[in-house]
């Protein structure tokens, strides 16, 4: 069997390897296809992982621009030009980009035998900011997009729970929950940091949708000195930094892909940060799983999937608009952290995801 499985993000790309090498697993002829431009630095990318092929792709400059619909366009539009050449039995596509999905439908129609699994990492244009109107041009065409083609796909994947509760709206057929995961078991690990100050750690994206403000709110409201280490970077960057350090102390690592740089890191704090603006449909992001990994509760505000897991395994706090923090609460959450491994143990391992994987494929093909 020859299998095709292809994102336009790097973002999406250790996603992309686990399911590449569940199909090679399973014996499959399989090719996996990535963007030669950086999203993140709106540039050619300098280098890409061998085992994947990347597709040039028109650059933009803007996220929200008609320049950034017309490079997705074009490498969906390339992208099943090769699948043309290529004759897969099976195409598993991560949208968005939500032109994907529209091209899918296109191919579908002219072979109807070739089975398509569409995994939803992101919901456009649901996961965009609040303020933003999202019934506009281009936001509703993005929706549109996606929800007027679903329906070419054999079986339909969301990356959370959460994002079903739109999708089954869009989608007649069966959907199925695969969640993000990290290899290996959670580290069990000594804490490093102090009791007389609330380290916490802020990890990924300084973009757009996180809250900065909330952020600065929430941990000015702590009744304890805090130190926040934070580990990325992103176009708000300066901003963020700025505003953080007028409220706590900020120690700036920059972007950090060594594993072990970051859980020394890891090491020094008592909770991670996972607080986006109000109104985004995110369920569980992929910096909660680090953080759960390594032992550390969060501090949260989005709904859904992540929302569920604290309450389910006292995994951390979950804030609303007047929740004060204890310092010494969370400290002690830390201390005490095996409900926060436990809840990574049993949800989030590259085992489990690979088992979801397997199933989710014989599904489609049995």
């Known amino acids: 069997m020859k299998t095709i499985v292809a994102t336009c993000f790097e973002s999406n790309e250790e996603r992309l390897s686990a ?47 008609i320049e950034r619909i017309l490079s997705h366009r074009h490498f969906a539009k390339d992208l099943f030009a090769r699948i043309e ?21 296109r191919y579908k129609e002219n072979h109807p035998d070739t089975k398509i699994i569409i995994d939803i990492i992101d919901m456009w244009p649901e996961s965009l900011p609040y303020k933003i109107n999202k019934n506009v041009f281009p936001l509703n065409i993005w929706r549109n997009v996606r929800s007027r083609n679903l329906n070419c796909a054999d079986l339909l994947v969301s990356e959370c729970d959460l994002y079903q509760n739109i999708l089954k709206k869009e989608y007649r057929g069966k959907i199925e929950t695969l969640r993000w995961a990290r290899e290996g078991k959670a580290v069990r690990n000594d804490v490093n940091a102090s009791d007389d100050v609330v380290s916490l750690c802020y990890l990924g994206s300084i973009n757009n949708i996180i809250d900065t403000e909330r952020i600065a709110s929430v941990i000015s409201g702590i009744d304890m000195p805090v130190v926040l280490h934070v580990i990325g970077e992103g176009e708000n960057t300066g901003r963020f930094l700025d505003t953080l350090k007028t409220v706590c102390e900020v120690i700036y690592h920059g972007a950090i892909r060594d594993e072990d740089r970051k859980c020394k890191i890891f090491d020094l704090c008592h909770a991670g940060i996972n607080i986006y603006k109000e109104g985004l449909y995110i369920g569980l992001t992929v910096k909660c799983i680090d953080y ?75």
Not at 32 to 54: G, L, Q
Request: glycine share 4%; charged share 30%.
């Open 85 to 105: 050449e290529e004759k897969p039995d099976l195409i598993w596509l991560m949208a968005p980009a939500n032109s994907l999905i529209y091209e899918a439908r």
């Open 19 to 65: 399911v590449s090498e569940m199909c090679q697993k399973k014996g499959f002829e399989t090719k996996a296809f990535t963007s030669d431009f950086s999203h993140m630095r709106k540039a050619k990318r300098t280098s890409v992982p061998d085992r994947f092929i990347a597709l040039a792709t028109r650059p933009y400059k803007k996220n929200l621009s």
């Open 292 to 366: 759960f990994q390594h032992g550390l509760p969060i501090i949260n505000n989005i709904k859904g999937d992540t929302w569920d897991l604290v309450e389910k395994y006292s995994a951390g706090i979950n804030v609303r608009k007047d929740t004060i923090i204890d310092g010494r609460k969370l400290i002690a959450m830390k201390k005490n952290n095996g409900n926060v491994l436990d809840l990574f143990d049993e949800n989030l391992t590259k085992d489990i995801f690979y088992e979801r994987c397997s199933e989710i494929i014989d599904e489609v093909i049995k």
